[in-house]
């Protein structure tokens, strides 16, 4: 995710047909309610493979890491999407509209803004998402919707490995028009991978 998190590089395909400019920047309020028109409308959090004869396409890519931390923390760390902010090279703010509980699994709906360089203005891009929190069984799943109608489902695991290391694994699938489909999938992929990689050094280092 942003934090999601984070589509840097599918964002850009927006910019070819509403460019956005980051000085004009939308309320928290209109965010939301731009949040819930892509629930009602993308459903995003369905899983179901899309049809044979819809045009639009799936890939399923898994990425670790292994962190030298203990597992709680890192998980607590890892998890928090306000912790990606610096990380993300592109990622400026993340919004929560709303959280709450449901036996032991924290929900939280929320927006991710970027602002992406693109040939000489910036292209402000919101993947709306829901997070969901395991911390009885130390994962969080996250789904999300972005221009230009790509949807994202995500698992992420922590593994406690022996000298106080984690091992985090993230199970990603992306959907997305099937001309687009290998594009996003492998610069959604990339993307992640720099993400981890850097959440793993601001760990490690004691900044996070």
């Given at each position: 995710m942003a934090?999601?998190?984070?589509?840097?590089?599918?964002?850009?395909f927006t910019?070819?047909?509403a460019?956005?400019n980051?000085?004009?920047?939308?309320?928290?309020?209109?965010i939301?309610a731009?949040?819930?028109?892509?629930?009602?409308?993308y459903h995003?959090?369905?899983?179901?493979?899309?049809?044979?004869?819809?045009?639009?396409?799936?890939?399923?890519?898994?990425?670790?890491?292994?962190?030298?931390?203990?597992?709680?923390?890192?998980?607590?760390?890892?998890?928090?999407?306000?912790?990606?902010?610096?990380?993300?090279?592109f990622?400026?703010?993340?919004?929560t509209?709303?959280?709450?509980?449901?036996?032991?699994?924290?929900?939280?709906n929320?927006?991710?803004?970027?602002e992406?360089?693109y040939?000489?203005?910036?292209?402000?891009?919101?993947?709306?998402?829901?997070?969901?929190?395991?911390?009885n069984g130390?994962?969080y799943?996250?789904?999300?919707?972005s221009?230009?109608?790509?949807?994202?489902?995500q698992?992420?695991?922590?593994?406690?490995?022996?000298?106080?290391k984690?091992r985090?694994?993230e199970?990603?699938t992306?959907?997305?028009?099937?001309?687009?489909i290998?594009f996003?999938?492998?610069n959604g992929?990339a993307?992640h991978?720099?993400?981890q990689?850097?959440?793993?050094?601001?760990?490690?280092?004691?900044?996070?």
């Amino acid at each position: 995710m942003a934090a999601a998190h984070t589509f840097a590089a599918a964002a850009v395909f927006t910019a070819l047909s509403a460019p956005a400019n980051a000085d004009t920047p939308e309320s928290d309020a209109q965010i939301a309610a731009e949040w819930q028109t892509a629930w009602d409308t993308y459903h995003f959090t369905d899983t179901t493979p899309p049809a044979p004869d819809s045009g639009r396409s799936q890939i399923t890519n898994s990425i670790s890491v292994d962190i030298d931390s203990p597992m709680p923390l890192t998980f607590h760390k890892y998890s928090n999407f306000n912790n990606h902010i610096g990380k993300n090279p592109f990622l400026k703010r993340v919004i929560t509209h709303q959280e709450c509980k449901k036996g032991s699994t924290t929900y939280r709906n929320l927006t991710a803004i970027e602002e992406i360089p693109y040939e000489g203005t910036i292209v402000v891009s919101k993947t709306h998402a829901q997070q969901r929190l395991h911390p009885n069984g130390y994962y969080y799943e996250t789904d999300s919707w972005s221009e230009p109608n790509v949807v994202t489902h995500q698992k992420i695991d922590f593994k406690a490995l022996p000298g106080g290391k984690t091992r985090v694994t993230e199970k990603l699938t992306f959907e997305s028009d099937s001309s687009l489909i290998d594009f996003v999938a492998a610069n959604g992929t990339a993307s992640h991978q720099q993400l981890q990689q850097a959440l793993k050094q601001a760990i490690e280092s004691g900044d996070l």
